[in-house]
């Protein structure tokens, strides 16, 4: 073959290569342009297009008089602009950026770089670096943006509890959302890092409070940066809470709460001992709707202390033993036995079974007797074994005689029939005792009224030793002693329920849910009866008289247990009417492992004969209900006192300044 002929067969071969390729270039561009092209163009749009979901202002927490509890406020915030970042020739500059950025805002160059980096921010938005910034800063930076190419200096909302610990267990905190409310979130509301409510109102009106996103839609390149941006919706505002609470009776019950117990742990006053006195809890109610005016509880917290996220010092210092648990609202998750105080419910059992009637009196000389008895106690004593002669219904309560209830609650397990012998029990529930009272805050504790099947259940568990009821069981009950428990919140409504004379309403702490920023009520709260019952017994306002009559002693008959702590009250255009209680303890204290003190109790409602107001004082371990518990319910209802006469409280620190002024 000549030269001539290899170079034809050369090129020949050259071209059937090269129209292959052209050929396998064009069916690829077929297949890109025509075939697959559709699918290509929607993997275009989505990659070009983005969707940021935009947080809503968080609503405010009001009290009934439009002091704002829980509000938001601007505070300064340093962000970092992510397509200014990516414009850096290097990560030498970011880092000589953050290094510069450093000694401004007080983080290391580390963490500024570890939260630029950080997997867990939003790709699009700007990266927070630190929030809290004072005006100084901001302004500083602001005024340098050539020196700090990208950094972000602006304003954003925060939550912010303008009275710190005040109401603090009413109101609750916010905190990050925990991975259980996202997993269970199927309709997209929040992401990861939001805020949510954790206690209080702010949990149980966490939907109401929220508001609602805004959508807000970017434009970007393929090297994902911004080009556009749209707002598809805007954000929703939450709606604002308005509390029954009065912050100025809130305040008084919270610093009473507080110098009962110190006045207890030093023995100040009329004390005889020192005491542990460690926690305790003040309810006041307003009789005539349900409303709660006050709910203090000790030990408190700061709400503030959980903005952002709680440091490891301040969480490690409230949860420690030491510090009694100051996250727990006591007025409805403490449980105590009530004492003498649940002595009117088991006067009106008594009457109800007929084993007592208004005229039945018996001789205490200071102890009770059970005969025939067989077992290792027959025999019970009034507190210090003192001796009040010849009772009657109305002077039991007044002197708070153990023994005219010892006797009633055996002489109801022993002459009544199987069946009818747990009365005390049935009248405990128709107050409200053992049940959840419903009030709009979480955790609430329901309680216990012991009976025969529950110890048999105890028993069962492991609990006692024996699972029989015993006539000893109902003796003990019948003074509020024993199993029975019951928070501060159902105590108070169970009081409010003898004031009402039978009607036992909801207890209620929202009053309204208003609109943003109309303001309107979206939703009222007002008076939620939850059950209305009548006495079975013959001649019921009488009932009700005797036993008003033996509160009232209780006060100020000059032999009642509550006289001392209101020597000097106005009782004549503002009568109380109260009950002391002292009840035992089992166990040991987790801190100084001693055996647990008394608790002390007091609850009152006034004016007597015209009710409005009913005040349940709860200290632990504090002792006799008249010494500690009724002094501290004195402070409160001369606060009470104050504000129906002039409309306002005076601070005692203000009045004093006041006094020194005008000298």
């Not at 020192?274 to 030990?299: E, Q, Y």
Request: glycine share 10%.
């Amino acid at each position: 073959m000549s030269a001539q002929d290899v170079s034809r067969v050369r090129l020949a071969v050259l071209g059937v290569v090269i129209v292959g390729l052209f050929a396998a270039l064009f069916a690829r561009l077929y297949y890109l342009q025509v075939l697959v092209s559709p699918t290509f163009v929607v993997q275009a749009e989505q990659n070009q297009v983005r969707e940021v979901r935009l947080p809503p202002v968080r609503g405010r927490i009001l009290d009934r008089n439009g002091v704002v509890l829980a509000d938001n406020v601007l505070v300064g915030e340093v962000a970092l602009d992510r397509d200014v970042m990516r414009t850096l020739d290097s990560e030498d500059r970011l880092l000589a950026l953050a290094q510069r950025l450093s000694p401004v805002i007080g983080l290391t160059t580390q963490e500024i770089l570890d939260e630029y980096y950080d997997l867990n921010n939003h790709p699009l938005l700007p990266v927070v670096l630190i929030d809290g910034v004072d005006d100084a800063t901001l302004t500083f930076l602001k005024e340098r943006q050539a020196e700090f190419p990208g950094v972000i200096a602006r304003q954003v909302q925060r939550r912010v509890y303008p009275l710190g610990p005040v109401a603090s267990h009413v109101i609750g905190y916010v905190g990050e959302i925990p991975q259980n409310l996202l997993d269970a979130d199927v309709d997209g509301v929040y992401a990861p890092g939001d805020e949510v409510g954790k206690a209080g109102v702010e949990q149980i009106f966490e939907s109401d409070l929220r508001g609602a996103n805004g959508l807000e839609r970017y434009e970007v390149d393929r090297r994902n940066f911004v080009v556009g941006r749209e707002l598809i919706d805007d954000t929703v505002p939450g709606a604002d809470i308005v509390l029954t609470i009065d912050t100025r009776l809130q305040v008084v019950a919270e610093r009473a709460l507080e110098t009962g117990l110190l006045n207890a742990r030093r023995g100040a006053g009329e004390f005889n001992a020192t005491r542990p006195a460690p926690a305790g809890s003040v309810v006041v109610l307003d009789i005539t709707d349900g409303s709660v005016v006050a709910m203090a509880s000790f030990p408190y917290f700061d709400p503030n202390d959980f903005i952002g996220g709680i440091s490891t010092d301040t969480w490690e210092r409230i949860t420690r033993e030491s510090a009694y648990a100051p996250l727990n609202n006591r007025a409805i998750q403490g449980l105590y036995a009530p004492g003498s105080t649940f002595k009117p419910f088991t006067a009106i059992a008594g009457l109800e079974s007929g084993v007592i009637d208004l005229g039945t009196t018996l001789y205490d000389p200071g102890f009770y007797t059970l005969d025939p008895c067989e077992g290792e106690k027959c025999e019970w004593t009034n507190a210090g074994t003192v001796e009040y002669g010849w009772v009657g219904l109305s002077r039991s309560l007044v002197v708070s005689s153990d023994v005219y209830y010892y006797s009633m609650g055996a002489d109801i397990q022993v002459d009544l029939p199987d069946g009818e012998d747990e009365v005390i029990q049935d009248v405990a529930a128709e107050f409200g005792f053992g049940s959840e009272t419903g009030i709009q805050l979480p955790f609430e504790r329901r309680g216990q009224i012991p009976t025969e099947a529950l110890k048999q259940e105890l028993f069962e568990a492991g609990v006692f030793e024996f699972g029989t009821w015993f006539v000893g069981d109902t003796i003990n009950l019948a003074i509020g002693q024993g199993e029975l428990l019951v928070t501060p919140l159902q105590l108070a409504n169970a009081y409010a329920t003898l004031a009402n004379r039978g009607e036992l309403q909801q207890p209620n702490i929202v009053a309204e849910v208003l609109d943003r920023p109309e303001g309107d009520a979206v939703r009222s709260l007002g008076t939620r009866t939850a059950a209305d019952f009548e006495l079975d017994v013959p001649n019921a306002p009488a009932t009700w008289e005797t036993i008003l009559g033996g509160l009232v002693g209780a006060v100020s008959s000059g032999e009642g247990t509550a006289d001392e702590a209101f020597v000097g009250f106005d009782l004549n255009s503002f009568r109380v009417a109260g009950k002391t209680g002292t009840a035992q303890q089992f166990g040991r204290n987790p801190v100084t492992q001693a055996r647990r003190e008394d608790t002390a109790l007091f609850v009152g409602y006034a004016p007597a004969f015209d009710p409005q107001y009913v005040v349940a004082v709860v200290l632990e371990e504090a002792g006799f209900g008249g010494e500690a518990a009724a002094p501290v319910a004195r402070e409160v209802f001369d606060a009470i006192v104050e504000l129906e006469r002039t409309g306002d409280i005076v601070d005692p620190e203000e009045e004093s300044e006041l006094e020194e002024a005008a000298e």
